[in-house]
């Protein structure tokens, strides 16, 4: 049942943002307009427009709702996923979802003073070279078959220039 809805919703949801589902919608509209002297514009005519679009958007909401929730559900086991995959970045954020708007607040707050930090000091224009651990793994394992000590030193990178 829960594929069956899945699968339903995100079809539904792609059509319905689509060109041709407008059109339809549009051609439904006008249909239904220029039959409004054929039954003197009363009351039976406005129900049907009325209720026709009440269903639908009550349905809609929930279909595309349901989607949106799949997809952002995605998109943060994506990003926490790279949190833990960047050696350098800060696994504090994985999860940050489920914080609350005060605490989301603060953690943003946070990050914006270090990004005034970064831009003010001295390294500014130049990126340093991340590695992912898979990648360091890979270092540690060829420095280990040659007997060397892995070095944990990031080399500056010069960013592009700014517009």
Known sequence: MHRLFTHLSTAVARWAGRPLAFVLC???????ALTGPIFDFNDTWQL????????VTFL??????????RDN????A???ELLHAVRAADERFVG??????KELEQVLEEVEARAQRLHRGPLFGKLPEVQTRAEER??????????ER???QTKPKKAPARP
């Open 138 to 147: 890979e270092d540690d394992i060829k420095s280990e078959a040659k007997g």
């Open 48 to 55: 049907v427009i009325n209720t026709g679009t009440t269903i």
């Open 96 to 101: 940050i979802e489920h914080l609350t708007d």
């Open 26 to 32: 549009l051609t439904i509209i006008a249909v239904w």
């Open 60 to 69: 809609m909401v929930f279909l595309i709702q349901n989607t949106q929730n």
């Open 73 to 76: 559900a995605a998109l943060h």
């Open 150 to 152: 892995r070095r944990t």
């Open 78 to 80: 994506k990003l926490d």
